[in-house]
């Protein structure tokens, strides 16, 4: 269970201070509370479409340590129960605001541990950025691959100690936290399944971001479901096409994780069609798509 010593002593500080973690008291503030939308970074809803109950749920917020850094997170989970699947939910671009900890609770719902980490703590606040460029160029481009690995890494491992069951891991992620989600179910052994929405799955490596997660094909851990939009300019159907070829060669070369991943695309939806914030939200896609997410977690053995 979440300890006093792992809560973010937000309200102690003063505007303008901040952690030892570095965080600064609104930002620390924002996570905590699992809300804060990058106000004018696109057009946002003013309201989720989905609104979630915690009745039956124990949520929280709370930090564990990466080599002396507090990496806040949201957590939600069946209330009194314990030795249940473990579901590392990665955010957007924006990070873990009210969407995301919604998410949480929705598989908390359905039995899981779901555990939101801010993977972007570090290098900055998303909620504090009004435009998409500045949030990309001063936060979100300078954030490496390897951190995120790690910062996941300790996300299980706090699970493990607070009534998860590391035997059966899922990963799940959203645009940023889809292409996350291949990366780490092609690097990371102690997960079971995974399932990516609108992730991308090419690009040029850089030295934060070496690989992408066609270049790694060939050391995938855990089946991938690939849930994309046919109407998703930033992920072409010439590249998710490219992804099935490489998984169909490293299939045929005896990769079982990689002959078992699927996709699917709605042919009428448009990227971040899950984001029930946002005009680009698309309910029947988004419905189907995370009663798929579920069955996929229980046929691969995480549920």
Request: charged share 20%; glycine share 12%; net charge neutral.
């Amino acid at each position: 269970m979440l300890d006093a010593n792992q809560t973010q002593d937000v309200d102690a500080l003063l505007p303008g201070q901040t952690t030892e973690s570095g965080a600064s008291r609104r930002t620390a503030l924002k996570i905590a509370l699992g809300v804060g939308y990058a106000a004018a970074a696109m057009p946002i809803m003013a309201q989720t479409a989905i609104k979630t109950s915690a009745e039956g749920l124990r949520t929280g917020e709370g930090t564990y340590d990466i080599e002396g850094f507090s990496v806040p997170f949201y957590y939600a989970a069946p209330e009194g129960k314990t030795n249940l699947p473990v579901l590392l939910v990665v955010h957007e671009i924006f990070g873990v605001h009210e969407y995301i900890a919604d998410t949480c609770r929705r598989f908390a719902k359905a039995g899981y541990l779901a555990i939101a980490p801010e993977l972007f703590a570090r290098q900055g606040d998303p909620g504090s950025y009004g435009e998409m460029a500045k949030l990309m160029a001063e936060v979100v481009s300078k954030v490496p691959d390897a951190q995120v690995m790690g910062d996941l890494d300790g996300a299980v491992k706090w699970a493990g100690e607070n009534g998860g069951d590391l035997k059966k891991v899922g990963i799940t992620g959203f645009c940023w936290g889809g292409r996350i989600t291949w990366l780490y179910a092609e690097q990371r052994s102690n997960v079971k399944a995974a399932v990516a929405w609108y992730g991308r799955l090419v690009g040029t490596p850089s030295a934060l971001m070496p690989k992408n997660p066609l270049d790694l094909v060939a050391q995938l851990k855990a089946p991938v479901l690939g849930l994309y939009g046919g109407q998703d300019g930033g992920n072409p159907l010439t590249t998710i096409n490219q992804m099935k070829d490489a998984l169909a060669e490293a299939g045929a070369l005896g990769n079982q994780a990689a002959k078992a991943s699927e996709f699917v695309v709605y042919k009428d939806a448009p990227h971040a069609f899950h984001a029930d914030y946002r005009p680009s939200y698309r309910k029947e896609a988004a419905e189907d798509g995370f009663k798929r997410a579920l069955a996929w977690f229980k046929a691969h053995g995480v549920a």
